[in-house]
């Protein structure tokens, strides 16, 4: 997936993508200096980010 496809799978902008990716906090590689990014490693980051939040609400006495 491209940055524009990664953007839009999110639904934020192309320099968050840009952003997280150069911090290591997005899953995601370089090919000929463009960003390229799989399906699948974001899916599994999705499911980290939730199960995080998750983890920090229950942390807070949340629900």
């Known amino acids: 997936m491209t940055v524009r496809d990664v ?3 999110l639904n934020v902008d ?3 993508v840009y952003r997280l990716a150069k911090r290591g906090e997005l899953p ?3 090919v000929a200096g463009a960003w ?3 399906r699948a ?3 599994d ?3 980290n980010q939730k199960k995080a939040a998750t983890n920090n609400v229950a942390d ?3 629900t």
């Open 36 to 38: 390229r990014f799989k």
């Open 45 to 47: 980051w999705i499911d």
């Open 60 to 62: 807070e006495g949340g």
């Open 7 to 9: 953007a839009g799978y």
């Open 41 to 43: 490693d974001l899916e």
């Open 28 to 30: 995601g590689f370089k």
């Open 14 to 16: 192309e320099k968050t």
